[in-house]
Each structure stands twice: as structure tokens, then as C-alpha cells.
């Protein structure tokens, strides 16, 4: 059974910090890509960053570019988002999702991930 378990989201202040955590279990985590995706209240879900189990670095909805980074460490089966200079739009639910690498369509799509977790809240607020 698949399990992806998010934790860190919290309160902030705008241009603040957080880093948001996912652990994954029930699948082999180096052969799955994994992914952000935030759904602000009353907003549908919208893609912010991508981990290719095959390519380094990641990749970045324009909004998020150059303050969210996204890393994993396959040894403990983490993905990580350290999301810096935070803003109040920031706000909303953030989901961890695995991708398989059979799927061939694109990674911004939510449709095209196998499995989510259940979500962190992250308010940024003064």
C-alpha cells in the first residue's frame, strides 16, 4: 500500500520560510518522480514543483521560481519544498504526489500522478 505522508506547513509571516516534507512508502522511490501541487481555497490544484527520478535539479511553475526549491534524498524516500519569501497567494493546501515513469504525458498535469498525500496547510499571513 502507498503512502505519502506530508508535514511542515504552519503559519508564517509574508517573506518568510518553511520547508514542507513528504515521505513515501510502498513503492521503490528512486524509479518515482514526485511533485508539489498547491490548491489555494475556492482554486483548483495547480502544479509548483517537479523531482525527475531520472534528471537532477527540478522544475518550477513561474510563480515560485527563485523562492521554492525542491530536492529529495532517495536513501530516506523524502521529498522535500524549502518555499522562501513567502506571500500571502502562497497560501492554501500543499500536496505531495508520486509519479510513475511509465506515464508519458505532461508533469504539470495533476491527472498525471498515481498517488497523493493528504495535504499540508501553509497560511502566509501578518
Known amino acids: 500500500q502507498v503512502q505519502l505522508v506530508e508535514s511542515g506547513g504552519g503559519l508564517v509571516q509574508p517573506g518568510g520560510s518553511l520547508t514542507l516534507s513528504c515521505v513515501a512508502s510502498?513503492?521503490?522511490?528512486?524509479?518515482?518522480?514526485m511533485a508539489w501541487f498547491h490548491q489555494a481555497p475556492g482554486e483548483e490544484r495547480e502544479f509548483v514543483a517537479y523531482?525527475?527520478?531520472?534528471?537532477?535539479?527540478?522544475f518550477y511553475a513561474d510563480s515560485v521560481k527563485g523562492r521554492f526549491t525542491i530536492s529529495r534524498d532517495n536513501s530516506k524516500n523524502t521529498v522535500i519544498l524549502q518555499m522562501n519569501s513567502l506571500k500571502p497567494e502562497d497560501t492554501g493546501v500543499y500536496y505531495c504526489?508520486?509519479?510513475?515513469?511509465?506515464?508519458?504525458?505532461?508533469?504539470?498535469?495533476?491527472?498525471?500522478?498515481?498517488?497523493w498525500g493528504q495535504g499540508t496547510q501553509v497560511t502566509v499571513s501578518s
Open positions: 523531482s525527475s527520478w531520472i534528471a537532477s535539479g527540478g
Open positions: 510502498g513503492l521503490t522511490f528512486s524509479t518515482w518522480s
Open positions: 504526489a508520486a509519479r510513475s515513469s511509465t506515464q508519458s504525458g505532461s508533469y504539470l498535469q495533476s491527472a498525471q500522478y498515481n498517488f
